[in-house]
T-cell receptor
Framework: GENVEQHPSTLSVQEGDSAVIKCTYS??????FPWYKQELGKGPQLIID?????GEKKDQRIAVTLNKTAKHFSLHITETQPEDSAVYFC????????FGKGITLSVRP | DTGVSQDPRHKITKRGQNVTFRCDPI?????LYWYRQTLGQGPEFLTY????????KSRLLSDRFSAERPKGSFSTLEIQRTEQGDSAMYLC??????????FGSGTRLTVV
């Protein structure tokens, strides 16, 4: 089955700086790669996703890049704000989603 | 329709008791998923339905777990003879086929 690895496990950045979170996946058949943000006591919330026929996608301060050859994808957050502090999960899917272990992002004011 | 609803939000039960959780998906979504999340981990797939048919079950779904989606709308997840290792957040999500997943806020189960 699919195996998704996410690194680093924690990341601390200064407000206004950029944050980059990387994930690798194992199953070359996976074709859908979403990123979720989870705040304490809440379910995961989709923030951006990308399909395997696209290399990059942007939505305001958030972008995702996909390298199918290397089987890795990355989340880029620019101009970070304190409210970006949360746990972020990457996932990969051909049928059901397989999640990474998550990264705790802390944005220092 | 405001999203995926899960009930209850919290459940504390004694070891050995049975518990049942409910998920109401977004009405037009024909796929419904159950995931389990333990502290410090990502959600782990348990099972999914397309309409009323249960199409896949994870090996994590032991014989004590059963899920139903009788009319292709809401779903229930039952755990029989609960064990302390069942303590986790149980998440439900729904989607259209090939669509994005929308997760509910989860049911936090504590087995004492």
């Amino acid at each position: 089955g699919e195996n998704v690895e996410q690194h680093p496990s924690t990341l601390s950045v200064q407000e206004g700086d950029s944050a980059v979170i990387k994930c690798t996946y194992s199953d070359s058949a996976s074709n859908y790669f979403p990123w979720y943000k989870q705040e304490l006591g809440k379910g995961p919330q989709l923030i951006i996703d990308i399909r395997s026929n696209v290399g990059e996608k942007k939505d305001q301060r958030i972008a995702v890049t996909l390298n199918k050859t290397a089987k890795h994808f990355s989340l880029h957050i620019t101009e970070t704000q304190p409210e970006d502090s949360a746990v972020y999960f990457c996932a990969a899917s051909m049928r059901e989603l397989t999640f990474g272990k998550g990264i705790t992002l802390s944005v220092r004011p | 329709d405001t999203g995926v609803s899960q009930d209850p939000r919290h459940k504390i039960t004694k070891r050995g008791q049975n518990v049942t959780f409910r998920c109401d998906p977004i009405s037009e979504h024909n796929r419904l998923y159950w995931y389990r999340q333990t502290l410090g981990q990502g959600p782990e797939f348990l099972t999914y339905f397309q309409n009323e048919a249960q199409l896949e079950k994870s090996r994590l779904l032991s014989d004590r777990f059963s899920a139903e989606r009788p009319k292709g709308s809401f779903s229930t997840l039952e755990i029989q003879r609960t064990e302390q290792g069942d303590s986790a957040m149980y998440l439900c999500a729904s989607s259209l086929i090939q669509g994005t997943y929308t997760f509910g806020s989860g049911t936090r189960l504590t087995v004492v």
